[in-house]
């Protein structure tokens, strides 16, 4: 009995190290360009995809991939921004892949259950890094979420529907990290596909309902934080809306 318990808790214990920091990996530093490429022929300037554009160009995609798959950020050779830079490209190359693997599909809630956490799309492992096996879920919150303390990357997280964030026409890298994080976050509180904003009346988007406590790291109150970057600013006690997510497919 003691050794089955001892084997159960290593057991989990390596199962913890895997999807957290792998720090067993001795990968380096990769770079983004290829994303950027193909960020940059597909995507429009509000991040809407052109994904029969991107079918045409999977190969571009899949050596992207490839260099993603063959480096597990690490904390011995990797910086912070480094490391999140990679985890934001890869979760948004990856749903890339989801898609345009079961094309034509009208949203990304198509492809699995109905039980979050459990057989949604978000949930199916499809994802090989370093021999390693993740889904979506695992790169945003078992990792993500988890290791970086860093709100703002709700609005670079793409998961291919229209009410997401828009997904950015370049690739995020350590150096530009904080400067396109901020612009993320300007451009979804201003935009009126995911937020309507007014002083008395403002109804936000439910991703600010569903990670509320992310957000409350930052700010004194969901208000204060979304009056950092919404041009117009929420009056003080006005009570918050939240608009219905609209998940069709984020399509050109």
Same mark, same amino acid.
């Given at each position: 009995?003691?050794?089955?318990?001892?084997?159960?808790?290593?057991? %989990?214990?390596?199962?913890?190290?895997?999807?957290?920091?792998?720090?067993?990996?001795?990968? @380096?530093?990769? #770079?983004?360009?290829?994303?950027?490429?193909?960020?940059?022929?597909? /995507?429009? %300037?509000?991040?809407? +995809?052109?994904? !029969?554009? +991107?079918?045409?160009?999977? &190969?571009? &995609?899949?050596?992207?991939? *490839?260099?993603?798959?063959?480096?597990?950020?690490?904390? #011995?050779?990797?910086?912070?921004?480094?490391?999140?830079?990679?985890?934001?490209?890869?979760?948004?190359?990856?749903?890339?892949?989801?898609?345009?693997?079961?094309?034509?599909?009208?949203?990304? $809630?198509?492809?699995?259950?109905?039980?979050?956490? /459990?057989?949604?799309?978000?949930?199916?492992?499809?994802?090989?890094?370093?021999?390693? #096996?993740?889904?979506?879920?695992?790169?945003?919150?078992?990792?993500?979420? $988890?290791?970086?303390?860093?709100?703002?990357?709700?609005?670079?997280?793409?998961?291919?529907? =229209?009410?997401?964030? !828009?997904?950015?026409?370049?690739?995020?890298?350590?150096?530009?990290?904080?400067?396109?994080?901020?612009?993320?976050?300007?451009?979804?509180?201003?935009?009126?596909?995911?937020?309507?904003?007014?002083?008395?009346?403002?109804? /936000?988007?439910?991703?600010?309902?569903?990670?509320?406590?992310?957000? =409350?790291? *930052?700010?004194?109150?969901?208000?204060?934080?979304?009056?950092?970057?919404? @041009? +117009? =600013?929420?009056?003080?006690?006005?009570?918050?809306?939240?608009?219905?997510?609209?998940?069709?497919?984020?399509?050109?």
């Amino acid at each position: 009995m003691k050794l089955s318990l001892l084997l159960f808790f290593v057991a %989990s214990f390596g199962i913890s190290c895997t999807l957290s920091g792998n720090n067993l990996s001795d990968s @380096k530093p990769i #770079k983004h360009d290829l994303f950027t490429q193909l960020l940059a022929k597909h /995507v429009n %300037s509000d991040g809407m +995809v052109n994904y !029969k554009g +991107v079918i045409a160009d999977s &190969l571009l &995609l899949n050596r992207y991939l *490839a260099i993603l798959e063959g480096a597990h950020p690490n904390e #011995k050779n990797w910086s912070k921004d480094e490391r999140l830079a990679y985890w934001i490209n890869a979760y948004n190359a990856f749903t890339l892949r989801l898609i345009i693997r079961n094309y034509p599909v009208k949203s990304i $809630k198509e492809l699995g259950g109905s039980i979050y956490r /459990v057989n949604t799309a978000w949930d199916i492992k499809f994802i090989n890094i370093e021999e390693q #096996k993740y889904h979506l879920n695992n790169l945003e919150n078992t990792i993500i979420r $988890k290791e970086f303390t860093e709100p703002r990357i709700h609005f670079a997280l793409v998961c291919a529907a =229209k009410s997401c964030p !828009k997904l950015r026409n370049e690739a995020y890298t350590a150096e530009k990290l904080n400067a396109q994080l901020e612009d993320q976050a300007i451009h979804f509180f201003n935009s009126k596909l995911r937020n309507d904003i007014s002083a008395d009346n403002p109804k /936000v988007s439910k991703l600010m309902d569903w990670y509320g406590g992310d957000f =409350k790291v *930052a700010a004194p109150t969901i208000t204060d934080y979304i009056n950092k970057y919404s @041009k +117009v =600013k929420i009056r003080e006690g006005a009570k918050l809306g939240y608009m219905d997510y609209d998940w069709t497919l984020n399509e050109q």
